[in-house]
């Protein structure tokens, strides 16, 4: 937590500068962690699939090896090719080059509190944020509270993965609820448990797409996050932001804060929760945009982190149509390493 709120403040939330018009911006946050209003929660309950996650502990969840990778929870996806980012999309998207991936697979739903509990019992594992003692936690303002771009980002002390808002917030009855508050290289720990690694970010995208191609990719990909197509699909599949952001979610998806990990439709990689929930972290290095003249931008084995930041790709529950249009498979934001949020989770992945 070294130099927050400065240093850290300035790189986890870049996207301020990188905006255009009314959707500019990056990623808002929970006023609370619970269901949204219960007219429209029950609707959209009533809708929706039944969470996949169950009690957010895969059958056949446990530790492995590099040699044996434990695969519980894991769904397959297919060798291929895509072009990463979207030029119709914020700067930092732009100017993909094609990349070709051998087949690999990655979690069905973002790692889950139970499934992070389950480790850190069997190895002790203390988090950079419990070292700490203090992490970054999203605060609405207050009824009348003068809204200052970004002061909704506190530095709460006690805030860990046990305590996502802080002092007296918890995870009871959130077991397949996403983990957060968890650093990159908490997660690098986890995975290493399981014998599995964090996805590339081309990884990632890759498996956000689902296999979409052509109109439908561009249509999940679309900036003018506004239109009546786009929302239709988003409401389905990603937990997101709806009203004015940070002071009012009406969480008319369900849920205000995070969900429990699959209640939202999955895409066609049978993957939940990509484009929502929560922001996810890969193992890639921020370099900025996807360097036009650089064509190894997006690598398909990654890129190792040189810098002080790392991508998180997708959105979460903060975002929202007036300020951050980044509930897209080619949503990236940079994560300064070692910083943990209450809106920054991960899934992992296995590459034979
Ligand atoms: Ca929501």
Known sequence: MRGWPGRAARILLAGAALGAGAASAFTPAPPGDGRGASASASASASAAPACR??????????????????????????????????????????????VALPAFLIDEHEVTNAQFAAFVRATGYITEAERAGASAVFVAPRPGEAVVPYGWWKQVRGAD????????????????????????????AYAR?????????????????????????????????????????????????????????RGADGWRGTAPAGCFAANGY????????????????????HAADDPDAVRPDGRAPEGRATVMKGGSFLCSPDFCVRYRPASRQPLETGLATSHVGFRTVVTD
């Open 53 to 98: 996650a169950g009690s957010g502990l895969p059958a056949g969840f446990g530790p492995g090896s590099e040699a044996a990778p434990n695969r519980a929870g894991m769904k397959p996806v297919p060798v291929g090719r895509f072009v990463p980012g979207a030029d119709a999309g914020y700067a930092e998207e732009r100017g993909g080059r094609e």
């Open 161 to 188: 993965w046990r305590h996502p808002q802080g002092p007296g917030s918890g995870i009871a009855g959130k077991a397949a609820h996403p983990v957060v508050q968890v650093s990159l290289a908490d997660a690098e």
């Open 193 to 249: 448990w399981l014998g599995r690694r964090l996805p590339t970010e081309a990884q990632w995208e890759y498996a956000a797409l689902g296999g979409l191609t052509g109109r439908a990719a561009r249509l999940a990909n679309a900036f003018e996050g506004n239109t009546a197509e786009f929302q239709r699909l988003l409401r389905r599949t990603a937990n997101t932001w709806q009203g004015s952001f940070p002071d009012r979610d």
């Open 270 to 289: 049978g993957l939940s929760d990509m484009v929502g929930n929560v922001w996810e972290l890969t193992r890639d290095g921020w370099t900025g945009d």
